[in-house]
């Protein structure tokens, strides 16, 4: 039987090995478990083997899970496509929005933040240039990040993508070294706070560590696979 615990004591084991393996500390990576589709129970479970990071892609699956969790010590991460009348229950649900990729999201989120701190805010990326990705194209990356910094109530952390699905190393490699360039060029240009690269999932995650990921989002190898 897929045991959690098991899981994610080996998934933090491989984190630590990638992590030293590049010359960094463990510790520098941060884990999100990703539970689109698993009940509260199945978060519970992952809570109490020490996951503090929770994943979530649509407002009203979470919205009971996060209810039911109330008083757990978790930082609920949105990650899915976000449409503008979810704005006003994602800012105030969650702790962090990973996927904002236009102007009047991030404007909206930051309006209808109640919470007294600032929401974290990645800005999500269409690294490879895929047409029907979501994520800013590359070329807008500035732009954005530049208006999205001025906002009162979020606090810009970093950036976000999915790259291309392959499985080709290399190809995935580079996808995950371009997001790096964009984290790193911006850093000393008026972005000096962001201290958040979140890429990698449960079939690349070493890879993007060793590619300079500070925070991976992982769930089937944690939870198992998904029915739907
Ligand atoms: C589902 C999802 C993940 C986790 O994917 P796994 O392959 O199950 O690890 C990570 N990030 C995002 C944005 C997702 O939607």
Redesign the pocket.
Not at 217 to 221: I, K, L, Q
């Given at each position: 039987m897929h045991s959690v615990s098991n899981a994610i004591a080996q998934i933090s084991e491989r984190i630590a090995i990638a992590a030293r393996g590049a010359g960094r500390h463990p510790a520098a990576i941060r884990l999100v478990a990703?539970s689109?589709t698993r009940s509260a129970a199945e978060i519970g479970a992952a809570v109490a083997a020490g996951i503090t990071d929770i994943?979530e892609?649509y407002l009203a699956e979470a919205q009971p899970k996060i209810a039911a969790l109330e008083g757990a010590a978790i930082d609920w991460h949105f990650?899915?496509a976000i449409q503008s009348n979810k704005t006003r229950g994602i800012a105030s649900a969650f702790q962090w929005v990973q996927t904002v990729d236009r102007a009047r999201i991030a404007k909206r989120l930051s309006d209808q933040r109640n919470v007294s701190d600032p929401l974290d805010v990645l800005l999500q990326v269409n690294v490879d240039n895929e047409p029907q990705k979501a994520g800013v194209a590359i070329e807008g990356l500035s732009e954005l990040a530049n208006y999205a910094a001025a906002l009162p109530n979020i606090r810009l952390r970093g950036l976000m993508a999915?790259p291309r699905d392959t499985d080709d190393v290399e190809t995935k490699r580079q996808s995950f070294r371009r997001l790096a360039n964009l984290f790193e060029d911006c850093r000393p240009h008026g972005c000096a706070d962001w201290d958040t690269l979140s890429m990698g999932?449960?079939?690349d995650f070493e890879l993007a560590i060793a590619e300079g990921a500070t925070m991976v989002?992982?769930?089937?190898?944690i939870f198992g696979p998904r029915s739907r």
């Open positions: 990703v689109k994943g892609n990650i899915g999915i999932m449960s079939d989002r992982v769930g089937t190898a």
